[in-house]
C-alpha cells in the first residue's frame, strides 16, 4: 500500500498528521513502514510515529520541489502492529509556507 501527500504548510506551524483520514492511517496487519520525504524549500522537517514508536523527530528533509523517488529520498523504516496509527508530522520551522511532499509504503512483514 502507498499513500502520497502534497499539501503546502505555512509559516512556522506544524501539521499534527499528513495522513489523516488516508486509508491505510491505522495499519491492519504486521507491516513494515517507509517514509520517503522532499520538500520545496529548506525548512521542513518531518517526524514519523508508528504506534508508540517514535522512528523520527523533527528532522529536514531535502528541498527538491518533487515527489519523493524512490529510494533516493528514503528517510527511515520501522515496524508496525495491527491497529497502530501511522503519524507523519510537518514542522515548517520558516517565516514563509513551504510545500511538503510525502510517500508512505506499508509493506506486509
Do not use: C, W
Not at 505555512?10 to 499528513?18: G, K, P, R, S
Not at 525548512?43 to 510515529?49: A, P
Not at 515548517?92 to 510525502?102: L, S
Amino acid at each position: 500500500m502507498i499513500m502520497t501527500d502534497r499539501q503546502s504548510v505555512a509559516a512556522n506551524v506544524t501539521i499534527a498528521n499528513a495522513l489523516t483520514g488516508k486509508t491505510m492511517e491505522f495499519v491492519r496487519q504486521r507491516s513494515i513502514v517507509k517514509l520517503f520525504a522532499t520538500a520545496s524549500a529548506t525548512g521542513m522537517n518531518y517526524s514519523l510515529i508508528v504506534g508508540n514508536d517514535v522512528s523520527v523527530e523533527d528532522q529536514e528533509v531535502n528541498a527538491q520541489n518533487r515527489m519523493p523517488i524512490v529510494p533516493d529520498d528514503f528517510l527511515v523504516a520501522t515496524g508496525a502492529l495491527p491497529g497502530d496509527r501511522v503519524v507523519v508530522k510537518l514542522h515548517n520551522t520558516t517565516a514563509g509556507a513551504i510545500v511538503a511532499f510525502t510517500r508512505v509504503e506499508i509493506l506486509p512483514a
